[in-house]
């Protein structure tokens, strides 16, 4: 069972998590809090002298307090004082708790020792701390009863463990829950290791098995019991993997997650495969938005995060559970800041279904660079996958013309739109999207000596011959999905 500190006043304002069935997630605590397991067999507590034989993980990586009977709530220090040191500062054997030099941790451990003397039972604390003039870290402090007499709970195993929150100055900020998993499959570490890096969380290892048949298995290899959790995947394909592929892997790694007792799941897919085809368009039409959102609800998906869908709305009304939909606007509109100050920008929508994606950047532009921004758009039809439509709105003449869109694939449709805005009198064309799938056609069909820049997020890692392009350019995006997990993280603690 897991209680949260806001629980009791007190508690709230030194810690932010309180466990009362400890799982630590470092393996020196694990070690620690295993062999006091073992050696409290049937007892109310384990003899202090059982912890401190040498050689053993206790001896080596806690320290031990035992009741001052001369003062009440009084501890004393009677082994393991440089262990206590990066928790509580300078202390020696046989010094009061009080004596500790870093006044904050002495408080924190005497809140716990009184807690652990009420109840009998071992806890695993979890807060964050600034240590002064250093990097802001978080603790996972353990702290268990043990008993001289084996009737009654008179002094105290405590041991911490720290980490240090990511370096950059954004991520050092933020208070990151240190009980949050991060996954990511191989074929996602690509995106996984930077929004891990962004978090200042290590990516928890993953087995991926493939046997003779085709079949996979894939299992957590940390134990994911209360754990909340963060699964990277995108599901395009990439190397030998399909989308079904991927799509089939994450499924079933959700239900093994949630099999296993992971409190909550949270699926970040950067790009989310099968989105395109929210409507029927046709008789008898599949509506695979709606299809992919009840598999992840049935798997039990407690919340989905990916960004710039193919019809917001669409995905919106796709999902029943938590979903956060994210942009790269932001990240587009600083890029374009650096636009030379007497240019003319318009943004051009390929298409009549991105008019409102592009409105929204064109906005998020107008902010960066402090003008007007124009706006402009193509009709098109696609049908058995034949392109046709004529019309163009807006103008481009001797413009910047930077034309938005979620996903170029075979770069058709914006090869397309970049031949229409030439033809019109742009002085420059950039295209961009989210999403670079690039098919086997798109460098091809994008060989168009008028496009100056190809833009893409690194929502998808971009393979060769597509990165080898001069035009290409990728802006990082982890630091969007860094934030809104840090956000989740927040309103579910609140909660």
């Known amino acids: 069972m897991s209680m949260m500190a806001k629980t009791d006043a007190a508690l709230a304002r030194l810690f932010q998590r309180l466990d009362s069935m400890p799982n630590p997630v470092d393996e020196r605590l694990s070690a620690v809090f295993q062999e006091w397991l073992d050696q409290r067999q049937q007892l109310i507590a384990p003899p202090p002298q059982a912890l401190v034989s040498p050689g053993s993980s206790a001896a080596e990586q806690a320290f031990i307090f035992r009741q001052d009977p001369s003062a009440p709530h009084g501890y004393l220090l009677t082994s393991g004082a440089r262990s206590a040191e990066a928790l509580i500062g300078a202390i020696s054997t046989g010094d009061r708790l009080e004596a500790a030099k870093n006044r904050r941790g002495a408080v924190r451990l005497r809140r716990l020792f009184d807690l652990v003397a009420r109840t009998g039972e071992p806890i695993l604390a979890l807060f964050g701390a600034r240590p002064p003039a250093a990097q802001p870290i978080y603790v996972e402090l353990l702290v268990a009863p043990l008993s001289a007499d084996g009737r009654t ?12 929150v990511a370096s950059t100055a954004k991520a050092a900020a933020r208070r990151m829950p240190p009980h949050l998993l991060l996954f990511a499959f191989k074929s996602s570490r690509y995106f996984g290791e930077r929004l891990a890096n962004e978090l200042g969380l290590p990516l928890s290892p993953i087995e991926e098995r493939i046997f003779e048949d085709g079949e996979e298995k894939c299992r957590p290899l940390v134990d994911v019991r209360g754990r909340d959790i963060c699964v990277i995947s995108g599901l395009e394909r990439s190397g030998g993997e399909s989308v079904h592929d991927r799509l089939c892997k994450l499924l079933f790694f959700i239900a093994t997650l949630k099999t296993n007792g992971a409190s909550r799941v949270t699926v970040v897919a950067p790009y989310l495969a099968y989105m395109r085809k929210d409507r029927q368009t046709k008789e008898q039409d599949p509506l695979t938005a709606a299809y992919i959102a009840r598999l992840f609800e049935t798997v039990g998906t407690d919340c989905l ?6 019809n917001l709305a669409a995905f919106q009304n796709a999902f029943r559970c938590l979903h956060m939909h994210l942009t790269a606007y932001e990240a587009f509109a600083l890029h374009f800041a650096k636009l030379p100050e007497p240019a003319e920008v318009t943004v051009v929508s390929p298409d009549l279904g991105g008019v409102k994606r592009a409105d929204m950047f064109r906005e998020a532009l107008e902010k960066r660079l402090h003008r007007p921004v124009g706006k402009a758009f193509l009709e098109k039809q696609r049908s058995q996958g034949v392109v046709s439509g004529d019309l163009f709105a807006g103008d481009v003449q001797g413009r910047t013309a930077i034309i938005l869109d979620d996903i170029i694939s075979s770069g058709t449709t914006m090869a397309r739109a970049a031949r229409a805005c030439a033809e019109r009198g742009a002085a420059h064309i950039h295209i961009c ?48 999905f860094a934030s809104a997990i840090a956000r989740s993280c927040e309103e579910t603690a609140a909660r």
């Open 153 to 164: 709970v008179d002094s105290f195993l405590a041991c911490a463990s720290t980490r240090l």
């Open 305 to 310: 995060m990916t960004m710039d869908t193919h």
């Open 433 to 480: 999207a989210t999403h670079g799938l690039f098919s086997a056609d798109a460098a091809a069909n994008l060989a168009n000596p008028s496009i100056d820049e190809i833009l893409v997020s690194d929502t998808i890692d971009i393979a060769e011959p597509h990165r080898g392009d001069k035009r290409l350019t990728i802006v990082p995006v982890a630091k969007v």
